[in-house]
């Protein structure tokens, strides 16, 4: 009976004759040679990986693979990513050969659709999504460039190519952290895109103190000279808790364990004679006490031995980033962006940067303010401006949320007198010969009694540590080995010179006075003289040789002493040329040698002759 249901219905469906039209799916012969080739190369490239892949579809197992396979393929490789997107597709399918027909024309509004442009476009991608990261536009114009090509040699319907806003609509519609991994690499496509842990916040003043360096695109004059200084470097420390301004550095300086110290300490310190300095500035520079942390960064300065046992004797925890996570210290960055955007671009005049570009500037064009008046300015912006204004958001203010956390835990403060240590151990350590005279350092000379009379106890030109307080440099710090500590010592300035005087301005003053001398300086003149002296030597030399050929040799020493007889000087013609003398007749009567000595006797002679 199932034989004859069986034999019925094949006879059934033999006979039956379609009343409808059946559709089947699109077979790869309907696309484009192109398209095809295109398969082709995926499918290679994916049965040649898959017979060798061990493991995963994965960075480490695929990018090795694909460069064995390449040797044997003539088809260029694909990226890595992009092979196991075509192995997903493949996969899922049931590995079906219409699976691997390139799809991207399917994305973005389909209206806008040009069939026959798929392969073109893909290969615009690829040229796209590289590290040079060339232009929209550059990549347009290559596929513009490949689709007139093919049209060259077709003979019947022409590929249309995408106008620019159409390609670049569906540019934008790729991925955007594959678009970001390609062209920016992965770390900086993971900050983009990636979750961003939250740390744990601070809960009291000073807990947390970030500190950075940054150069700012601003040209300073010399205030005396009017001669452009460079561009500084700024080393900025904010207070997590707050986001006051606890201190900074301005300098010329690359960062270094200089700049770290100058602004730890002006973080420090009680900053009361802001008034005095800059009579323009209206509040209070609140800021000051012993900081708990000081989050860093990973640049040579944070990790110099001199920083880490200088904030260890003064009790400051250094907390070092992981690398390349600046979100763990987002406040400085940001911070430094707000004093480009809100501060330097209120100062007229080009930036350091448009300055670089041109690879030239006009000092008194585009530097445009002289050195105190930017320092005055940017104290007065700190401390008027920043610290009494809200954020974008309208959060906090740094004055009130600093006033809010000393009201419940006041930050430690120093005395003077530990002030003045704290300038010790914080101070730049140099190691100095201690000779006749005292110790020289900066281009200065540092003696007294005191240090004189400890150069007597020991042995000549012993090896000493000096601290110096880059504050001032009208004193340094001595240690004294024997006796365990240190010995403030002054500057041998008799003109005042170093009063008051930071280590920065003496080293602007030393190069100022460099310049100044060097552009005084007529080289070819000094060359014309040094060669003309060279000359004359040798020239001297000559003509002496030539003398003493033959002649009667002379003793140095006897000679030296004629030419003191003869009175031989810069300001006499003098010479040790014999007189002249009238003959004598040979039948003169010879004096008594008592009174006259022979050639052989005047070297004692004149030996005895009283000097003038």
């Known amino acids: 009976m199932h034989g004859e249901v069986d034999s019925h219905n094949e006879t059934n469906d033999l006979d039956r004759k379609p009343t409808e039209s059946e559709s089947f799916e699109r077979d790869l012969a309907t696309y484009l040679d192109d398209v095809q080739v295109e398969v082709r190369r995926r499918y290679e490239y994916l049965t040649w990986i898959e017979k060798h892949l061990v493991g995963g579809w994965t960075q480490n197992n695929l990018e090795p693979l694909l460069v064995e396979a390449a040797k044997e393929i003539e088809y260029p490789p694909p990226k890595w990513r992009t092979l196991a997107k075509w192995w997903g597709s493949y996969s899922l399918s049931g590995k079906k050969i219409t699976s691997l027909v390139p799809k991207v024309h399917l994305k973005g509004n389909r209206n806008q659709k040009v069939e026959n442009d798929t392969v073109f476009f893909e290969r615009a991608v690829e040229r796209y999504l590289v590290p040079e990261r060339p232009s929209i536009a550059a990549v347009h114009e290559y596929y513009s460039d490949l689709i007139r090509r093919e049209n060259q040699q ?68 010399d205030d005396e ?148 008046t930017f ?95 880059p504050d001032d440099i009208s004193s340094v710090y001595v240690y004294l080995e024997r006796e365990q500590r240190y010995l403030k010592v002054p500057c041998i300035d008799p003109v005042g010179y170093t009063k008051k005087l930071s280590l920065t301005q003496h080293n602007i003053n030393k190069r100022l006075c460099r310049d100044f001398i060097s552009d005084k300086l007529d080289l070819d003149a000094l060359a014309r003289v040094r060669l003309y002296i060279h000359d004359r030597i040798e020239q001297e030399a000559e003509e002496i040789n030539n003398l003493s050929r033959g002649a009667t040799k002379w003793k140095t020493k006897g000679m030296a002493r004629l030419a003191k007889h003869n009175g031989v000087a810069s300001d006499s013609n003098a010479n040790c040329e014999p007189e002249v003398l009238p003959e004598l007749s040979l039948t003169h009567t010879k004096p008594d040698s008592k009174f006259l000595p022979g050639s052989d006797d005047w070297d004692e002679f004149i030996s005895e002759l009283d000097p003038y």
């Not at 991994?181 to 809960?203: Q, T, W």
């Not at 700024?234 to 100058?262: A, C, E, N, R, W």
């Not at 610290?387 to 930050?411: C, F, N, T």
Request: aromatic share 10%.
């Open 154 to 221: 077709l003979v019947g319907e022409q590929i249309q190519a995408l106008s620019y806003k159409g390609f670049y609509n569906r540019i934008k519609k790729l991925p955007a952290y594959e678009v970001a991994v390609a062209r920016h690499g992965k770390y900086l496509a993971d900050m983009e895109f990636n979750k961003i842990d939250a740390h744990l916040p601070p809960s009291r003043v000073l807990e947390k103190v970030e500190i950075d360096h940054s150069p700012l695109d601003l040209i300073l004059l």
């Open 375 to 469: 320092n005055e300015l940017f104290h007065k912006w700190i401390i008027d401006v920043y610290h009494y204004d809200s954020d974008s958001k309208k959060r906090a203010i740094p004055y009130l949320k600093w006033q809010e956390g000393v009201s419940v835990m006041p930050p430690i403060t120093y005395s003077h007198d530990e002030l003045e240590k704290l300038s010790v151990i914080l101070g730049l350590k140099e190691n100095r010969k201690h000779r006749r005279g005292g110790i020289h350092l900066h281009g200065l000379r540092y003696d007294s009694e005191e240090l004189a009379d400890y150069r007597r106890m020991n042995p000549s030109d012993i090896e000493v540590l000096t601290k110096t307080d």
């Open 225 to 372: 000279l009017d001669i452009p200084l460079g561009r500084p470097y700024l080393t900025l420390l904010i207070d997590q808790y707050s986001k006051s301004i606890v201190g900074f550095h301005l300098g010329f300086k690359d960062p270094s364990y200089y700049s770290v110290m100058k602004g730890i300490l002006n973080a420090i310190k009680p900053k009361m004679d802001i008034h005095e300095r800059f009579p323009s500035i209206e509040n209070e520079w609140y800021c000051q006490g012993k900081m708990e942390s000081l989050v860093v960064d990973n640049g040579a300065e944070f990790w110099s031995k001199s920083l880490e046992q200088s904030c260890l004797e003064v009790g400051i925890h250094i907390q070092y980033n992981p690398v390349r996570k600046p979100w763990l210290k987002p406040l400085v960055e940001r911070l430094f962006r707000t004093i480009s955007s809100k501060l330097l671009v209120s100062i007229p005049g080009k930036t350091f940067s448009n300055i670089l570009e041109r690879e030239e500037y006009d000092s008194r064009k585009d530097a445009v303010m002289h050195f105190s």
